[in-house]
Antibody, heavy 124, light 107 residues
Framework: EVELLESGGGLVQPGGSLRVSCAASGFTFGSYAMSWVRQAPGKGLEWVSAVSGGGASAYYADSVKGRFIISRDNSKNTLYLQMDSLRAEDTAVYYC?????????????????WGQGTLVTVSS | DIQMTQSPSSLSASVGDRVTITCRASQSISSYLYWYQRISGKAPKLLISAASSLQSGVPSRFSGSGSGTDFTLTISSLQPEDFATYYCQQSYSNPPTFGQGTKVEIK
């Protein structure tokens, strides 16, 4: 059974940094692209970032480009999101999601398994 | 970015009711449309892929249809465990975008 378990959320001041992690099990982690999707309070779902299976290619939403870095350690079956220069509008539950296939493929650019999320609050 | 618009944003229904949720894309997305269910406190779950393909393990009371710009998710007979928020998502172009969600509540 596929399992994704996020960790590392918490309270951080505006301008601060935080790294969230996602431990994966139940599938061949390195064979699949992975994404982060977030949901701000009272808002809908927003795709944040994706990384290819091998980790060589990364993709970002315009809202986080230049501030967030996605990475993965396939030896540890773990996905990361390093978040810098955090803003109040980054406050959200951050979900780790397994992608069906390569992010570059229109027919595979969707999320077939999700974690339960970790809450990131940016506030002074 | 392709904008996805769901309607209604919320609805109240009774167990056994037929429920239909619509999703409209701001441009044609062929059949690159996916439906998710999110129950409060639980991980979102993929229900339907490619507009109409039911995921393994998803009850047959769920169905999806549509292509181009207009899509629907139908629950043929609402069950207590179906009270949740439903989201559509397009994969046609980068970035993938979601509808704002439809909350299905108990009448």
């Amino acid at each position: 059974e596929v399992e994704l378990l996020e960790s590392g959320g918490g309270l951080v001041q505006p301008g601060g940094s935080l790294r969230v992690s996602c431990a994966a099990s139940g599938f061949t982690f390195g064979s699949y692209a992975m994404s982060w999707v977030r949901q701000a309070p009272g808002k809908g779902l927003e795709w944040v970032s994706a990384v290819s299976g091998g980790g060589a290619s990364a993709y970002y939403a315009d809202s986080v480009k230049g501030r967030f870095i996605i990475s993965r350690d396939n030896s540890k079956n773990t996905l990361y999101l390093q978040m810098d220069s955090l803003r109040a509008e980054d406050t959200a539950v951050y979900y780790c999601a397994k992608m069906s296939g390569p992010f570059t493929s229109s027919s595979k650019r969707y999320f077939d398994c999700w974690g339960q999320g970790t809450l990131v609050t940016v506030s002074s | 970015d392709i904008q996805m618009t769901q309607s209604p944003s919320s609805l109240s229904a009774s167990v056994g009711d037929r429920v239909t949720i619509t999703c409209r894309a701001s441009q044609s997305i062929s059949s690159y449309l996916y439906w998710y269910q999110r129950i409060s406190g639980k991980a979102p779950k993929l229900l339907i892929s490619a507009a109409s393909s039911l995921q393994s393990g998803v009850p047959s009371r769920f169905s999806g249809s549509g292509s181009g710009t207009d899509f629907t998710l139908t629950i043929s007979s609402l069950q207590p465990e179906d009270f949740a928020t439903y989201y559509c998502q397009q994969s046609y172009s980068n970035p993938p975008t979601f509808g704002q969600g439809t909350k299905v509540e108990i009448k």
